[in-house]
């Protein structure tokens, strides 16, 4: 295999590993709302996702790195089936919280696991050619298969498709049942098409293992400016993605659902887009100055959308805040790997994911409150902050192009 058909094998599976996710996506708050759950309880049942993430994303990280990425990611898969199901079948405060549990167990297993074997395949198939380079093409591809993915899952209710069957009569309970049968069917395909790889002999126990992630993460001031800034992050995206949605039906209350996953769709191919550039405005800028500058635009959008008055308004400021963070992802990315040793790859690629996930947990747990008592604005306008404040660890960070982090173990 050499390094296109290692890019092009990796570009499947993420467009098939984000598919599910985009068809429910442009809906999932509505269709709790349908359901009869309030902003309220919706924001403290993406807080239970976010902490059950928080509990879980450590261990399972160093159980992928010990006994093999592809396995944790397929068991992943599995669970993910099953939060799906109780969340199309059940309408309990219990069943939405335990949905949201498994969903975050799901989420936890299958943090890093993929994205570990692709940059250690990278490194095996040729560890000359420029890591950051392969990071910001397949970078686009989870953005494309959202975007296209969105785009279908808010058509889907338009086409007012009947389910009859075990009392599912919601509008958007079909979304569901079509997320449920892409997670299956990628789970098929990944145990037909990925074969583990050898694995490095891990001798220490798993308290061990975690105690060296922590002894790591304490020598290294670069990694833990990264991580602080996904956890700003995390307050930012889930403030956008809890709350986008009843935004557009309070700014146009009878616009069709095929609105919101145009919309949807028009985000997440802004990312595209904004990753298609980063490699130009890294070679231009140089990855500090860019990853400073489009961080600090990513606040400021974020908090003129705030006082967004009209849909048109609305859509460009939400497209424009997605053009700078996908810009982001690959020279980010590329920083983090290059801070972290291969045999501790996964773990680490969960702390990053821990970190995020707990900033987007608090997010949920405070702004869903917030919004219903007094507004989504005010939601807006406070991540928007955190995300510039977050811009500026960028500028410590003591590592420039080609370089690796000060710590070893």
Same mark, same amino acid.
């Given at each position: 295999?050499?390094?296109?058909?290692?890019?092009?094998?990796?570009?499947?599976?993420?467009?098939?590993?984000?598919?599910?996710?985009?068809?429910?996506?442009?809906?999932?708050?509505?269709?709790?709302?349908?359901?009869?759950?309030?902003?309220?309880?919706?924001?403290?049942?993406?807080?239970?996702?976010?902490?059950?993430?928080?509990?879980?994303?450590?261990?399972?990280?160093?159980?992928?790195?010990?006994?093999?990425?592809?396995?944790? *990611?397929?068991?992943?898969? @599995? $669970?993910? #089936?099953?939060?799906? =199901? !109780?969340? /199309?079948?059940? +309408?309990?405060? &219990?069943?939405?919280?335990?949905?949201?549990?498994?969903?975050?167990?799901?989420?936890?297993?299958?943090?890093?696991?993929?994205?570990?074997?692709?940059?250690?395949?990278?490194?095996?198939?040729?560890?000359?050619?420029?890591?950051?380079?392969?990071?910001?093409?397949?970078?686009?591809?989870?953005?494309?298969?959202?975007?296209?993915?969105?785009?279908?899952?808010?058509?889907?209710?338009?086409?007012?498709?009947?389910?009859?069957?075990?009392?599912?009569?919601?509008? *958007?309970?079909?979304?569901? @049942? $079509?997320? #449920?049968?892409?997670? =299956? !069917?990628? /789970?098929?395909? +990944?145990?037909? &098409?990925?074969?583990?790889?050898?694995?490095?002999?891990?001798?220490?126990?798993?308290?061990?293992?975690?105690?060296?992630?922590?002894?790591?993460?304490?020598?290294?001031?670069?990694?833990?400016?990264?991580?602080?800034?996904?956890?700003?992050?995390?307050?930012?995206?889930?403030?956008?993605?809890?709350?986008?949605?009843?935004?557009?039906?309070?700014?146009?209350?009878?616009?069709?659902?095929?609105?919101?996953?145009?919309?949807?769709?028009?985000?997440?191919?802004?990312?595209?887009?904004?990753?298609?550039?980063?490699?130009?405005?890294?070679?231009?800028?140089?990855?500090?100055?860019?990853? &400073?500058?489009?961080?600090?635009?990513?606040?400021?959008?974020?908090?003129?959308?705030?006082?967004?008055?009209?849909?048109?308004?609305?859509?460009?400021?939400?497209?424009?805040?997605?053009?700078?963070?996908?810009?982001?992802?690959?020279?980010?990315?590329?920083?983090?790997?290059?801070?972290?040793?291969?045999?501790?790859?996964?773990?680490?690629?969960?702390?990053?994911?821990?970190?995020?996930?707990?900033?987007?947990?608090?997010?949920?747990?405070?702004?869903?409150?917030?919004?219903?008592?007094?507004?989504?604005?005010?939601?807006?306008?406070?991540?928007?902050?955190?995300?510039?404040?977050?811009?500026?660890?960028?500028?410590?960070?003591?590592?420039?192009?080609?370089?690796?982090?000060?710590?070893?173990?």
């Amino acid at each position: 295999m050499n390094i296109k058909q290692l890019r092009l094998v990796y570009s499947i599976h993420l467009f098939l590993n984000y598919l599910p996710l985009g068809i429910y996506f442009p809906i999932s708050t509505l269709f709790l709302l349908e359901k009869g759950y309030s902003l309220g309880w919706i924001g403290t049942a993406m807080s239970i996702f976010s902490i059950t993430i928080f509990l879980f994303e450590l261990p399972t990280g160093g159980f992928a790195d010990k006994y093999g990425r592809i396995n944790i *990611y397929r068991i992943s898969r @599995v $669970i993910y #089936i099953f939060s799906l =199901l !109780i969340l /199309l079948f059940f +309408n309990t405060l &219990f069943s939405l919280f335990f949905s949201m549990f498994l969903y975050g167990v799901a989420r936890a297993l299958s943090s890093g696991t993929m994205e570990a074997w692709f940059v250690d395949m990278h490194d095996t198939v040729d560890s000359k050619i420029n890591l950051s380079k392969s990071m910001s093409i397949v970078a686009g591809v989870a953005p494309a298969a959202l975007g296209i993915s969105t785009l279908l899952g808010g058509f889907i209710p338009d086409l007012k498709i009947k389910m009859n069957f075990f009392n599912l009569q919601g509008s *958007y309970n079909f979304n569901i @049942v $079509i997320a #449920i049968s892409a997670v =299956l !069917i990628h /789970l098929i395909l +990944n145990i037909i &098409f990925f074969k583990e790889t050898k694995r490095q002999s891990h001798k220490e126990t798993i308290n061990e293992y975690c105690k060296n992630i922590v002894s790591f993460l304490n020598q290294s001031n670069s990694l833990k400016y990264l991580i602080a800034i996904s956890f700003c992050l995390g307050i930012g995206l889930n403030s956008i993605e809890s709350f986008w949605q009843p935004k557009v039906q309070e700014l146009a209350p009878n616009s069709p659902t095929f609105v919101l996953g145009v919309l949807a769709s028009c985000y997440f191919f802004a990312a595209t887009v904004g990753s298609l550039f980063s490699n130009i405005l890294t070679n231009y800028l140089g990855e500090k100055k860019t990853l &400073f500058l489009m961080k600090l635009f990513h606040g400021i959008t974020l908090i003129a959308l705030s006082y967004s008055a009209s849909l048109v308004g609305f859509s460009i400021g939400f497209v424009t805040i997605f053009i700078f963070h996908g810009a982001l992802n690959g020279p980010h990315q590329t920083l983090l790997h290059n801070c972290i040793p291969n045999q501790y790859r996964s773990s680490f690629l969960s702390v990053d994911s821990l970190s995020l996930q707990l900033g987007g947990g608090l997010s949920a747990l405070i702004l869903g409150w917030v919004a219903q008592y007094n507004s989504i604005s005010l939601v807006w306008k406070l991540a928007g902050v955190f995300i510039i404040i977050s811009a500026f660890l960028y500028l410590p960070i003591k590592q420039s192009k080609g370089e690796s982090c000060e710590s070893s173990i």
